[in-house]
């Protein structure tokens, strides 16, 4: 058969048109390569791909995959903005989480902190009006209202002396429930009965401190007391204590033992802070036993001494203290005072409140989410001489070695190697690292690694405080740092701090990759992204930051602190010191919501 001749456009139609779209298409990928690679197009693609992919951290894997682009610094933009109701947001004080948990004992307003993979990766924003706090010691007197516009306690405490709106600031006379005339004429008071001069007390604890006039009066007798009170219906307590450039805590007495070690405070404060301390077996005030130093100042002001229709709480209160041999030195008004016994409880094998003391197995410095014990913790349990009066006065308690040091191994040799470190290093980041400590611009400073407290002692002369955090997964050398007079938490850094955001105006850490680390691992618990961005929520608006570790540990963090919008610069170590390590110093930019952000 002879073939058919047909014209060319007639020819395999088919084969022609599947040509024509491969072809098509390589020419397309060509030419949006030259677009991504040499023009605005690619750049635009890139971050709006960087956007979707920040603000949809909610899904864990993107999340994780966002953690490994920021530590790597495969990006070119900050990381988002959190959105403006989160101003003051707490991530283990969550009203809106927490409510939904058990009232008893008060569970529900302890922590809970959310799982990593729950919290958007975000920075908190200051609040809209924002500005750079009032100095210390002004601020002591005065903060900016537009810092933390909550009007509750004004309106509600202005008439006792708490707190009062006064143009652009709130004032703060100097007043409280059980003294509206003032903390100064108060302390006074007790000063007839306990020794509040002279260096004898250093550390207290006001339990529910309200806006912490105590502990802000009680700084010019040398006594340093950490305020601490729950998030609550007063909104913001803790938040304007620390605004105030006063040490404190959020912190609530409910069913765990407070995160600090036994026998820690030289007095512990109670002003009207309604803790039951009878209830539950007397479990509060054993808790109380626990953290009081032997020869220690218990002071109970408001109910229920003497108050009406509390008799019987009254009489509780002061058998429970009987029980453990208490002395009451005064009751003066509404206000008693205890001191408590040098040595071993006398408690009684027979009690009303059914107390024992504690075996050998308890560790009474274990005190990271431990539940409370209601058996009372025996002096002899601890070794060491940490009674007062067996330990110097301030201000040699600061220098000289606690025996309680001795725990470790060449304790005492480890302690004052420690001191003469810090102290150079202070000295290298105040002269040639021109960190501003010393100066106004620098009250509330941190340690995110405490140790013993060398870097807090080495600041003795600057007129700051620190909070010394001892990790809970280190050596727990929380009770030399309470011996030296110095004052501090347990925490671990896998988990956001028990403070408000914008708290804090340096913040210290040396060897920052060990607080994520598994304890003789080099495996990870957490990520360095989530505790940078958790640093980033506890500083103030250009606030400092000081991180030293490894080179390699340095460069990592520098890439993290361009995405947390932080300003940052690397330096070499001192001469002096040995070992391979970087300092970073840092400083976090004054940024605010744009319109269109909120």
Not at 11 to 38: E, G, H, M, T
Not at 513 to 523: A, D, N, T
Request: aromatic fraction near 10%; glycine fraction near 6%.
């Amino acid at each position: 058969m002879g073939h058919l001749n047909l014209p060319p456009s007639k020819r395999n139609p088919r084969q022609w048109k599947l040509l024509d779209i491969v072809s098509a298409f390589f020419f397309a990928l060509v030419l949006l390569f030259f677009l991504l690679v040499f023009t605005p197009l690619g750049d635009s693609l890139a971050a709006s791909g960087r956007q979707a992919l920040l603000l949809s951290t909610s899904d864990p894997k993107q999340r994780h995959r966002l953690v490994e682009l920021l530590e790597l610094g495969h990006h070119h933009q900050p990381i988002e903005a959190c959105p403006a109701d989160s101003v003051d947001h707490m991530p283990c004080e969550d009203p809106r989480r927490n409510s939904q948990l058990s009232r008893e004992m008060n569970f529900y307003r302890e922590r809970h902190c959310p799982l990593p993979d729950e919290t958007p990766l975000c920075l908190i924003p200051p609040p809209l009006g924002y500005k750079i706090p009032v100095q210390w010691p002004e601020s002591l007197h005065k903060i900016w209202h537009s810092n933390m516009p909550h009007n509750k306690i004004a309106d509600r405490k202005g008439h006792q002396g708490w707190m009062k709106e006064e143009g652009p600031y709130f004032i703060f006379p100097g007043g409280g429930t059980m003294f509206p005339d003032g903390a100064a004429s108060y302390i006074e008071k007790l000063g007839q009965y306990i020794p509040i001069t002279g260096g004898t007390l250093r550390t207290a604890l006001d339990m529910g401190c309200g806006v912490a006039s105590f502990g802000g009066s009680m700084l010019k007798e040398g006594i340093l007391t950490l305020s601490f009170a729950p998030r609550d219906s007063h909104k913001a307590q803790i938040q304007f204590v620390l605004e105030r450039g006063i040490p404190a805590f959020v912190l609530m007495l409910g069913t765990r033992r407070l995160p600090f070690p036994a026998f820690a405070f030289d007095l512990i404060h109670c002003s009207r802070c309604l803790i039951p301390f009878t209830a539950y077996n007397a479990t509060y005030f054993v808790e109380v036993d626990r953290l009081l130093r032997p020869d220690g100042y218990l002071v109970i002001s408001g109910p229920p001494v003497q108050w009406p229709k509390q008799d019987k709480e009254w009489t509780d209160l002061q058998a429970v203290a009987r029980a453990l041999c208490y002395e009451l030195i005064a009751v003066d008004g509404n206000t008693a005072i205890w001191k408590k016994p040098d040595g071993d409880s006398c408690l009684p094998n027979q009690n009303e409140f059914g107390l024992e003391l504690c075996d050998g197995s308890n560790d009474p410095s274990n005190a990271w989410y431990f539940k409370l014990k209601k058996c009372v913790t025996k002096t002899s349990s601890v070794n060491g001489e940490y009674a007062i009066g067996t330990i110097p006065k301030w201000p040699d308690r600061l220098t000289t070695a606690p025996s309680r040091a001795l725990v470790m191994k060449n304790g005492i040799d480890l302690f004052e190697a420690d001191t003469r470190r810090w102290a150079r290093r202070v000295a290298y980041y105040k002269n040639t690292l021109n960190v501003k400590l010393g100066t106004p611009a620098i009250r509330n400073v941190m340690d995110m690694n405490a140790f013993f407290g060398g870097f807090a002692a080495a600041l003795k002369s600057d007129p700051v405080w620190v909070m010394n955090v001892v990790p809970a997964r280190k050596p727990l050398t929380l009770d030399v740092i309470y011996d030296r007079g110095l004052i501090g938490v347990y925490h671990d850094w896998c988990e956001p701090f028990s403070t408000y955001p914008r708290t804090y105006d340096l913040i210290h850490v040396a060897g920052i990759e060990s607080l994520i680390k598994l304890p003789g691992s080099s495996k990870s618990r957490c990520n360095l992204v989530d505790l940078m961005v958790e640093i980033d929520r506890m500083l103030r608006p250009e606030g400092t930051v000081v991180i030293r570790d490894s080179p390699e540990v340095i460069d990592k963090v520098a890439r993290i602190a361009h995405a947390v919008r932080w300003s940052a610069t690397i330096n070499d170590k001192e001469p002096e010191s040995h070992g391979r390590e970087n300092i970073l110093v840092a400083t976090k930019t004054f940024w605010q919501l744009t319109s269109s952000s909120s």
